[in-house]
């Protein structure tokens, strides 16, 4: 249908229009709301009809930090986006600064030649309008070795033929594959320390770039052979775990949303024919089995409980299984026990830390354990940031983007604002992109908390 993404995308206007929750909520969080309210208003007011054109831009400034409370309207603006790439396509600019690990090969087989080009006025110009990068927009180093080059070096990506003890699939992720490896590096670092076998397996990026341009073929071609990976590992007896809070998001709560609903997930919990069987969402531990269950009558739920999603194409039991054996680094080591995990005296510069737990750790509803592991260092004086609706506004490739730059500021300015009243000797963030963002707008040095925490072990053996 030629209008079906203008459907789509007015539908949820209207839905959110009629909420109104979010007009308050999310007035100083987000770039999506307030302008879909300003558009409901003024058709309101003035009876000028939303345009297709303003439609398009209004679901282009979602970035899915997903702080809205509503799961579904998150879904239905992927879906619109991805409507309006199928009929309109994607910008070839997009298609190359979406795909992180091209980029990283590409750029960190020629460092100096890249540097150079984007050193040089009239060749940074040029080449930043050909990939429509910002021309404020700082760009990261590129590493000549990335991750996945030195895994391959230290024989981590050739799987254990014999498991003993705890055994990881380490999940990197492209951006500390590709632009950070000394993170990556520091997360191998310390489950090693910790006795955890680690294997790093052949991996794509995880889709949630791609997703949010809605670059749906490409999302889903990632998503395939990951899964197809991550499932064979997670039958072999390995748990998975990222450093990356998206990659982790991604994992553990998009891919398996629906899958729940499906004919094979209720049989195999033995729902029978009169109710379905929902997991209890509260938060636990991945690496044991669901025990509680909300049971719903079937008669009333069964047109609405479907898996109608972006994944429902693809096998409901894999995604299932790799999602519930998919753990946060920071969670997984906190389950650890002290003996296994022993942190020595913080003994870089005052000890005074900020550190910020960003969307995507928060939305996993699993606490904080980086805060809690952090606090462990004597002589780290720690100083998280409190509160669910601070976004640094990078939103992955989305701050890079000439057209996204300026919201991505204005997005991330009353969390900006915060840490410079804070005034801390360094930021820790488990979030990468929120390191890029804080790298471009602050002056302090910013690290992964895996960082301070090998740092800490290192010291302490």
């Not at 004919?263 to 109710?275: K, P, T």
């Not at 640094?392 to 996204?404: L, R, S, T």
Request: aromatic share 8%; glycine share 8%; with cysteine.
């Amino acid at each position: 249908m030629k209008d079906e993404p203008e459907i789509l995308a007015r539908a949820v206007v209207t839905e959110c229009a009629d909420c109104d929750i979010c007009r308050f909520l999310m007035d100083t969080s987000c770039l999506f709301f307030p302008e879909l309210y300003r558009l409901w208003d003024r058709e309101k007011d003035t009876g000028e009809k939303i345009t297709s054109g303003q439609l398009r831009a209004l679901v282009d400034r979602c970035n899915f930090c997903a702080l809205c409370p509503c799961p579904p309207v998150r879904e239905k603006i992927l879906r619109a986006k991805g409507a309006f790439i199928e009929r309109d396509g994607l910008p070839g600019s997009v298609r190359v600064l979406e795909d992180v690990a091209l980029m990283g090969r590409v750029c960190g087989t020629f460092p100096r030649l890249t540097q150079a080009v984007f050193r040089h006025g009239g060749l940074s110009r040029a080449a930043r309008r050909v990939l429509g990068i910002h021309g404020q927009r700082t760009l990261p180093a590129f590493p000549k070795i990335d991750f996945f080059r030195w895994a391959e070096k230290q024989g981590l990506c050739r799987r254990p033929s014999a498991k003993t003890g705890r055994n990881v699939a380490y999940f990197a992720g492209c951006t500390a594959g590709y632009l950070f490896p000394e993170v990556a590096q520091a997360a191998v670092g310390v489950l090693q320390a910790c006795g955890v076998a680690v294997w790093v397996p052949p991996q794509r990026c995880c889709g949630m770039p791609t997703l949010l341009e809605g670059d749906r073929k490409q999302t889903l071609r990632s998503v395939r052979e990951n899964l197809q990976t991550l499932a064979a590992a997670v039958s072999a007896g390995f748990d998975i775990v990222c450093s990356c809070p998206t990659c982790g998001y991604f994992l553990r709560t998009l891919l398996p949303e629906g899958a729940y609903y499906t004919q094979a997930y209720q049989q195999s919990v033995g729902a029978g024919a009169r109710h379905i069987m929902v997991p209890d969402s509260s938060p636990r531990s991945t690496s044991e089995p669901v025990r509680s269950f909300h049971r719903y009558d079937r008669a009333i739920y069964d047109t609405l409980f479907k898996d109608e999603g972006i994944f429902s194409g693809i096998d409901a039991m894999q995604r299932i299984s790799v999602a519930e054996a998919t753990q946060d680094l920071g969670a997984y080591l906190l389950h650890l026990s002290e003996e296994e995990l022993r942190f020595s005296a913080f003994s870089g510069g005052s000890g005074r830390i900020l550190y910020f737990p960003p969307c995507h750790q928060r939305e996993q509803k699993i606490g904080r354990p980086y805060e809690s592991l952090l606090s462990r260092i004597e002589g780290l004086r720690l100083e998280p940031i409190h509160g669910e609706l601070y976004c640094c506004g990078m939103a992955g490739i989305m701050g890079f983007k000439a057209a996204f730059h300026d919201a991505s500021l204005q997005l991330g300015r009353r969390l900006m604002e915060k840490i410079r009243k804070i005034q801390p000797e360094r930021i820790v963030t488990d979030c990468l992109s929120c390191r890029l963002q804080f790298e471009q707008c602050l002056s302090y040095p910013v690290r992964h908390p895996v960082e301070m925490i090998r740092d800490a072990m290192q010291t302490g053996h």
